[in-house]
């Protein structure tokens, strides 16, 4: 038996040899060597696909709909000091598997691949089964599933539904199913004076005074109150900075950074132009830099998230909650092209030291995953 035989009949073996790559964004470390490798044996048609430095796969057996596409991340974030273990050792203790990535994601997506084995080995499915991998999820995300994904639109490659394995589960497997997320926008505000002396403050123009009143004024009033799947937009100060040596010298230039968690009542460009119409009023010598990594983006819960949540509840026994919470994903982007939604393991461990998931925990995603293809692809 070859080792990329062994990978395939459960999906411990493919997780360790998967956490054994020190996938540090943007570093491959050969991860999507070994998950091409396994594709590959189990008869899928596998694409390198590289953007920049960034190293990405896309995989599919089968030509015809339905087209249900399996989303992932083979980069993690680095490890940090203080592990009990190897954070790139994917040993077992107790029963229970150790490494970076464990969780967030690579213990998914051997869930996933050893549930399209079983489902492949039983020959009762029908349609068509992808994978898009990136290795750029944890980083800019500038050259992984968005690059990934106009490939595949130029090659007629998008699929029907898509779920993304994103450890979405707070303690249970089974409790949630992501069908959204909120948008997010980050600031970067530098007000300008006129330095001087304090104890001349009428020779010169306190930028700070300024900024903080700005601050308090784009703090003091909720954004919204919600919509009917997403909680209330958030806008939080990040930093506030003038790098004043002095204590007795009114600065030239005072800074902030901000960060907008926004619903779906809002567009980024939208509240871009608030934020720098809020600052004119307090600061006419003030700029706004504005990054948006994110639209809100909200799959409705229709037929496909019903048969979702039910192929869940018919594998764990547990009626999945369907949120809108969190961070951002590779979701908002793939929202673009098709409905998608968002399930993997409990994220309890994720980014953190001894980042960790229970074998049994693998063995019941795989058995979701296998629900799942069932009712899609069965």
Known sequence: MSEADSLLLAPLPLAQALIRCASITPADAGAQDVLAEVLSELGFRVAPLRFGEVRNLYARIGETAPHFCFAGHTDVVPPGS?????????????EILYGRGA????GAIASFVAAAAAHLAAGEGRGSISLLITGDEEGAALDGTVKVLDWMEQKGEIPDFCLVGEPTNPARLGEVVKIGRRGSLNAAIT??????????????????????AALAALTSVPLDAGSAWFAPSGLEVTSIDVGNPASNVIPATARAALNIRFNDLH??????????RAMARYAEQSEVVVTISGEAFLTQPGPEVKKLAAAIEAASGIAPRLDTGGGTSDARFIARYCPVAEFGLVGASMHQVDEHVPVSELAALTRIYRSVLGAFVG
Do not use: T
Not at 86 to 91: I, V
Not at 269 to 276: E, G, P
């Open 103 to 106: 969780c967030d994601m690579k």
């Open 267 to 276: 567009r980024g460009a939208d509240l871009a132009s608030w934020l720098r």
């Open 191 to 212: 007000v300008h004076g006129i330095q001087g002396h304090v104890a001349y403050p009428e020779r010169a123009d306190n930028p700070v005074h300024r900024l903080v």
């Open 82 to 94: 203080g592990w009990r273990f190897d954070p790139f050792g994917a040993e077992v203790a107790g």
